[in-house]
């Protein structure tokens, strides 16, 4: 028995562009396109298919308002949203609304495959990059002992050198610690680095 999907996008290339590549995907009956979010939801009605591919951004109702429908219906069918949309905040409410699998049309092929086949087999699937910036954002803040250690010798004015002799490790891995110190505690220079660190009591 193969797979019945949609696939919903207001750019005509882009979803030819799509439809090849599902295609190509074993299994998978490319059973319609839809243009708006209107006719996506009168599709499904007729088509009841198994898996949908949703845009975020189109005409009529956006991807937002369809999925926020479809799960309202109850419609048992897997989502898997396919957009331009990199924003953590469009991530998070596509979660909260039932979103089965996040993809960004920057990805490759063999990540849409992979996103198909994950949430067909019931599983959640985000985006490589989405993900990455989601285990940033619950990472930030949090520093190792070895990067507080650091920091707190950057607060006494020390030099990266002078850090990598008081420390006993190399100049560059001081270098690659004060990269993720910065990112994590988003700030962009020793300065601001410094005034974290006072704020934080980590002087020492």
Not at 8 to 22: E, M, S, T, W, Y
Not at 27 to 33: F, Q, W, Y
Not at 72 to 77: C, F, H, K, V
Not at 139 to 165: C, M, P, W, Y
Request: with cysteine; charged share 30%; net charge negative.
């Amino acid at each position: 028995m193969s797979v019945k999907v949609i696939l919903a996008d207001d750019h005509v290339l882009v979803r030819k562009g799509i439809g090849k590549l599902l295609l190509d995907i074993d299994g998978l009956e490319l059973a319609g396109e839809a243009g708006d979010g209107v006719e996506c939801l009168e599709m499904v009605t007729v088509q009841r298919p198994h898996l949908l591919l949703l845009d975020i951004s189109m005409p009529r109702k956006d991807g937002m308002e369809v999925l926020r429908e479809l799960r309202g219906q109850g419609i048992a069918m897997k989502i898997l949203m396919v957009t331009a949309r990199k924003e953590r905040s469009i991530l998070t409410q596509a979660m909260k609304l039932g979103v089965d699998g996040y993809l960004t049309k920057e990805s490759a092929p063999e990540d849409l495959q992979n996103a198909v086949y994950s949430v067909l087999d019931g599983n959640k699937y985000i985006d490589a990059e989405m993900k990455s910036q989601e285990e940033d954002e619950e990472n930030k803040g949090i520093l190792t002992i070895r990067e507080e250690e650091i920091l707190a010798q950057l607060v006494h004015g020390l030099s990266n050198k002078e850090i990598a002799s008081q420390l006993h490790i190399t100049e560059r891995t001081v270098k690659n610690h004060m990269f993720h110190i910065f990112r994590k505690i988003d700030v962009s220079d020793r300065a601001q680095a410094a005034v974290y660190a006072v704020k934080k009591g980590m002087c020492r």
